[in-house]
C-alpha cells in the first residue's frame, strides 16, 4: 500500500515537473519568437531604409547625369554670348537662382558686391572672366559647380575657334589683316558705300627700299621695319578704317566716308608718321619711307579691282617720281 502511494506521488511530481519544463520551454520559444520577430521587422525596416537610400541616390544619380549631359546643349554655339544663355537657361531650370551675369572685364566686378564672383580659369591660370551669382543655395552648389564645369568647357571652345578665326584673318607678323579677309572687308565696304552713296578711299602703301635694308641688315630688321610701318599706320587711321597686308612690303588701306580731299589728308598724314617714326632695331636706328597711290569710289573707279588697279598705277607714278609720296589716280 505504501509503495503504490509512493509510486503515486513520484508520478505526481514528474508530472508537475514535466509541465513545468513545459511550460517553461513554451516561454522560451515565445521568448524566441518575438525575438526573431522583432529582428525580422528591423531587417525589414532596415529594408526599406536601404531602398529609399537607393531610391534617392539613383535619383540624384540621374539628376547629376542630366546635368553633365547638359554639355551637348550648351557647346552648340561657338559665340561665348549664346554659351552663356544657353547657359544661363539651363541654369533656372535646374537651381533655384535669382540672378547670374557672365563677367568678362574685373573693372565691372565692383557692380557686383553683393554676389558671389568665380573666375573662370583656363589653362595657365588665364582667366577668361567671371560668373557672379546671387543667392544660391548650399544645397544648389554641387549642381552649380557641376554646370559651371560644362558652361566652361563650352566657353574654352568658343574661345578657341575666335582665336583659330582670328588667325586665318590676321598676318602674324604685322598684326593687321591678311590680303584675302582685307580684301573681303573692301568688297563689303564697297557695297555699302554704293547703297547709301558714300565715298571710299583706296590706298596701296608701299616701303621705299625695303630690299636695300633686307640686304643690308637682314631679313630679322626687315621684319621689324614691316612691324612698325603697320604699327605706324594703324596709329595714324581711325577706328572705322581697315589696314591689310597686301603682300611682301606692300600694305593697303580701306578709309570709309573719305572723298579726295579728306583722303589727301589722312595719306599725308600716314607718310609723315612713317618718314618721322625712328625704327630701332636691335643696335641701329633707322628712318624708313613709303610711297602711297591713291584711288577714290566713284571718283575715279566704280568696283574694287580698278580701284586697286588705279591705286597701283598712282603709286608706280609716285615711286617714278621721287618716293617718299603721295600720289592719286587720275
Do not use: W
Not at 147 to 153: E, K, N, R, V, Y
Not at 282 to 290: A, G, H, M
Not at 291 to 310: E, K, R, Y
Amino acid at each position: 500500500m505504501s509503495n503504490i502511494i509512493l509510486f503515486l506521488l513520484i508520478s505526481v511530481a514528474f508530472g508537475l515537473t514535466c509541465r513545468e519544463i513545459f511550460f517553461a520551454r513554451l516561454k522560451r520559444q515565445e521568448a524566441e519568437s518575438a525575438c526573431l520577430l522583432n529582428e525580422l521587422n528591423r531587417l525589414d525596416d532596415f529594408k526599406k531604409s536601404l531602398n529609399l537610400e537607393n531610391n534617392l541616390l539613383s535619383k540624384r544619380f540621374n539628376d547629376i547625369l542630366a546635368l553633365y549631359e547638359l554639355t551637348k546643349d550648351i557647346c552648340k554655339s561657338l559665340d561665348e554670348e549664346k554659351v552663356f544663355t544657353t547657359f544661363n537657361k539651363n541654369l533656372k531650370k535646374h537651381i533655384g537662382i535669382d540672378d547670374c551675369r557672365y563677367i568678362k572685364d574685373s573693372a565691372d566686378l565692383i557692380k557686383y558686391q553683393n554676389h558671389l564672383i568665380l573666375p573662370l580659369n583656363l589653362e595657365g591660370n588665364q582667366i577668361a572672366g567671371y560668373l557672379a551669382v546671387e543667392k544660391i543655395l548650399e544645397t544648389d552648389k554641387e549642381k552649380f559647380g557641376i554646370l559651371t564645369q560644362q558652361f566652361l568647357i563650352g566657353l574654352r571652345r568658343a574661345l578657341l575657334y575666335q582665336k583659330v578665326q582670328g588667325l586665318t584673318i590676321i598676318d602674324m607678323l604685322t598684326g593687321v589683316y591678311c590680303r584675302r579677309y582685307f580684301l573681303e572687308r573692301f568688297s563689303e565696304e564697297l557695297k555699302r558705300s554704293k547703297k547709301n552713296k558714300l565715298c571710299l578711299t583706296f590706298l596701296m602703301i608701299d616701303i621705299d627700299n625695303f630690299k636695300r635694308f633686307n640686304d643690308r641688315y637682314g631679313h630679322l630688321t626687315g621684319d621689324a621695319i614691316l612691324r612698325q610701318v603697320s604699327k605706324t599706320i594703324s596709329l595714324a587711321v581711325r577706328q572705322i578704317d581697315f589696314i591689310g597686308r597686301y603682300g611682301g612690303e606692300e600694305f593697303s588701306v580701306v578709309l570709309a566716308e573719305t572723298n579726295k580731299q579728306q583722303a589727301n589728308f589722312a595719306a599725308e598724314r600716314i607718310r609723315q608718321a612713317i618718314m618721322l617714326e625712328v625704327i630701332k632695331v636691335y643696335d641701329e636706328e633707322l628712318k624708313v619711307t613709303v610711297s602711297i597711290g591713291v584711288s577714290t569710289f566713284p571718283d575715279n573707279a566704280l568696283n574694287m579691282q580698278n580701284l586697286i588697279a588705279m591705286a597701283d598705277q598712282a603709286l608706280y607714278l609716285a615711286k617714278e617720281t621721287g618716293k617718299n609720296k603721295v600720289c592719286f589716280s587720275s
